[in-house]
């Protein structure tokens, strides 16, 4: 007996030098290295170790004092980590360009960073609220002991941290997000203390900044509660203390997460919509510009705006040239720019709906283009798809309906043949035009009507008119 041959298909392409897929974590460490190469980065870095090490030192003061206030401002502490991470992600979005799958770059990462950032520390200010409230109904003593010296150690590392390294993400948003309450409020006294002493202007105007301003709120807080139980053994403001500490982190961190939160929404900044408005108005008073619309413009990160815009021009303008000038007027507010410039198509051969007429003779001299079925409405022109007015004249063009209502198309042939010497070739009368369908109600015969019939000749040779009989 013969031996029996399996044969087996093989599906798919061989790939002979396959590159190993590298996991999740080898891809982090690989762009790890990457911005670590930076000389930039290093003092970043070299401030995340140190966080790292004090926020350490600061929870176990926490649990040896039973302190939930101390707690809240250590995670102040824990937020300046959160703040270093996003700048290292600033350094690296940097040194990224844009690639196919991301055509607009990776500006939107340290938009998500700030705003998991805020969220995150508006989530431990609940934490704490929370925490706060289950202490009012028992209060558990507490030792004072490391609680002033950690307050005064969390307090010179967030200001060192915040005044040594230049954040650029949560530096823009705490400038272009609204004014938290807390803000408000010290700016009213900040008003009244530069009245009197004017040198403090450049410190505490217009407003100051927000996370220095929380940290020493929160100090000041922390001072309070140490000074009052140190007299009076009063342990429940420490819990006063906390819940201050946490609704002014909660108000300080909502207006950055709300305005991240837009950005990553693809929101138009409020303050650029009236400048946009300008630039549109002067884009559509350029020459050879006839209409601007579908215009679309949203923040791609921060303080970079991205749009898209079609521009409709004039059949013999240059597109190179009004391209050149819409991109430059729009490009002082919109870095990445997407114009779409077409044509105005006003120009539209006529169009015979119905059975073919009886002086179009010889089908070789016409161009026939099939159409889709008729769809006979009660006000609609048979010319155009747009609904036909008695006291206007037919509209010379439609958008984008060319021809919608129309079942066959003929065309006169612009290379006939030669017609002979002394040939009349007769126009079309306009009652035979109302008997086709192409009559126009409440025009007058006095008033022209545009087709491309005019000049078809009614019979080779002859002078014969419609419906007389052929030799």
């Not at 007996?1 to 298909?9: G, L, Q, T």
Request: charged share 15%.
């Amino acid at each position: 007996m013969r031996p029996v041959v399996e044969k087996v298909n093989v599906l798919g392409t061989i790939h002979l030098f396959r590159k190993p897929q590298r996991s999740f974590f080898g891809k982090i460490l690989q762009e790890f290295r990457l911005v670590a190469a930076d000389r930039r980065s290093w003092k970043i870095l070299l401030f995340g170790a140190i966080n790292l090490t004090c926020t350490g030192f600061l929870l176990m003061w926490c649990s040896s004092t039973n302190s939930i206030a101390l707690t809240a401002y250590t995670y102040l502490t824990i937020f300046d980590l959160f703040s270093l991470m996003t700048c290292l992600i600033s350094y690296w979005v940097m040194m990224r360009k844009p690639s196919p799958v991301y055509s607009f770059g990776f500006e939107r990462l340290e938009v998500l960073a700030v705003f998991a950032s805020t969220v995150l520390a508006q989530l431990g200010a609940l934490f704490i609220l929370k925490e706060s409230a289950e202490r009012f109904l028992e209060q558990p003593e507490i030792h004072t002991g490391r609680l002033l010296v950690g307050t005064f150690v969390a307090l010179s590392f967030n200001l060192f941290t915040m005044l040594s390294v230049r954040n650029k993400p949560f530096a823009y948003v705490s400038e272009a997000a609204s004014t938290s309450w807390l803000q408000e409020h010290v700016a009213d006294l900040s008003r009244s203390l530069c009245g009197i002493i004017p040198g403090l202007s450049s410190i505490f105007l217009p407003r100051m900044n927000p996370f220095v301003l929380i940290d020493l709120a929160g100090a000041f807080a922390l001072c309070i509660t140490y000074m009052l139980i140190e007299i009076n053994n009063y342990f429940a403001v420490d819990t006063a203390s906390a819940i201050a500490i946490a609704l002014m982190t909660f108000g300080t961190m909502y207006p950055m997460s709300v305005y991240s939160g837009k950005v990553l929404l693809q929101t138009t900044p409020p303050h650029v919509i009236g400048q946009l408005d300008k630039l549109i108005r002067e884009v559509s008073t350029l020459d050879g510009v006839l209409e601007v619309r579908n215009e679309h413009f949203w923040t791609l990160g921060f303080g970079s705006l991205a749009g898209s815009v079609h521009v409709r021009i004039r059949r013999d303008a240059n597109e190179q040239m009004v391209l050149a000038h819409v991109t430059n007027r729009l490009y002082t507010l919109v870095s990445t720019l997407t114009v779409q410039i077409f044509k105005d198509d006003w120009i539209r051969p006529a169009l015979l709906s119905g059975p073919v007429a009886a002086n179009v003779l010889n089908f070789s001299d016409h161009h026939i283009i099939p159409m889709p079925p008729l769809k006979v409405t009660d006000d609609s022109n048979p010319v155009t798809s747009t609904p036909a007015k008695p006291s206007s004249p037919p509209p010379e063009f439609s958008f984008n309906t060319p021809g919608k209502n129309v079942s066959p198309v003929i065309l006169l042939n612009t290379q006939t043949k030669p017609y002979g010497l002394g040939l009349n070739h007769g126009h079309t009368p306009y009652s035979s035009m109302l008997n086709q369908g192409l009559g126009v109600p409440g025009i007058g015969a006095s008033q022209g009507f545009r087709t491309g019939f005019t000049n078809i000749p009614s019979r080779y040779g002859t002078n014969n008119r419609i419906g007389q009989p052929r030799p």
